[in-house]
């Protein structure tokens, strides 16, 4: 699997949007990238994946770059509940589908 | 969306005691199963693969006769904690895939306190 790199921590102010990036060169062309966050003392909630195009849905939009190497997770108007570790996950899209997590982003969303 | 159950979420015990952790998923079949575990301030770190009908695939260095697992039907996986020490203390979370190639969905975990 590919290795990410994500930053360790970022601020937002609330009602502003997050931009929170991750760095996957490593990554195969059947890898999709996979965004998940936990919450502080919950499991991880999935957000949103993609593998080429840019995606958007009711929570967040996923930019990846045209090389794949890296994308971005925008919230765009985030809120004190979206402060979570926001984790950025290639996974296969076939195989043992076993996410391997790594660090994440602390995102702190500040009032 | 799917759903996936995590039961209990809370348990302290004396230590020498074995401790069952259930995992379900209620709107959907899963036919696999996965067990993390996460220490403090630490990222998941993934146990094993629990596969209905068959033997669980641990990951290397996890001790597959201290932390059983069981997937006996396609919405039920348990694992359990035999003779649980204080060194076994962490949050337990569990993930069921849909199938079809969806995502992962995830329980809110187990926290596990050994006295």
């Known amino acids: 699997d590919a290795k990410t790199t994500q930053p360790t921590s970022m601020d937002c102010a609330e009602g502003r949007a997050a931009n929170l990036p991750c760095n996957h060169s490593?990554?195969?062309?059947?890898?999709?990238v996979y965004w998940y966050r936990q919450i502080h003392s919950q499991g991880p909630q999935y957000i949103i994946h993609g593998l080429k195009n840019n995606e958007t849905n009711e929570m967040a939009s996923l930019i990846i770059t045209e090389d794949r190497k890296s994308s971005t997770l925008i919230l765009p108007h985030a809120t004190l509940r979206d402060t979570a570790v926001y984790y950025c996950l290639p996974l296969s899209g076939a195989g043992s589908y076993q996410l391997t997590f790594g660090k994440g982003t602390k995102l702190s969303v500040i009032p | 969306g799917a759903v996936v159950s995590q039961h209990p979420s809370r348990v302290i015990c004396k230590s020498g005691t074995s401790v069952k952790i259930e995992c379900r998923s209620l709107d959907f079949q899963a036919t696999t199963m996965f067990w993390y575990r996460q220490f403090p301030k630490q990222s998941l770190m993934l146990m094993a693969t629990?596969?209905?009908?068959?033997?669980?695939?641990?990951e290397q260095g996890v001790e597959k006769d201290k932390f059983l697992i069981n997937h006996a039907s396609l919405t039920l996986s348990t694992l359990t904690v035999t003779s649980a020490h204080p060194e076994d203390s962490s949050f337990y979370i569990c993930s069921a895939r849909v199938p079809g190639g969806a995502p992962q969905h995830f329980g809110d975990g187990t926290r596990l306190s050994i006295l």
């Open positions: 490593t990554i195969s062309g059947n890898e999709y």
């Open positions: 629990s596969n209905e009908g068959s033997k669980a695939t641990y």
